[in-house]
């Protein structure tokens, strides 16, 4: 998997089910919408910085730990 979209994806996807967290919680607490994190962890969204600190803030961890 060569593609930084989708291994920034599956980086989120794995840390997200290891915290028990559902699309839909992750997406609320980054005040994102759940199709687009779903999106985002299949590889399909190109992140932006501004979503990107989001998500790694709502997942309690720094952005280098999904890169």
Known sequence: MDNICARMGQAIRKIREKKGLSQEKLADMADL??????????????????????????LGVNIKDLL
């Open 33 to 58: 919408h759940r199709t687009y994190i779903g999106q985002v962890e299949r590889g399909e969204k190109n992140l932006t910085l501004r979503s990107l600190e989001r998500i790694a803030k709502a």
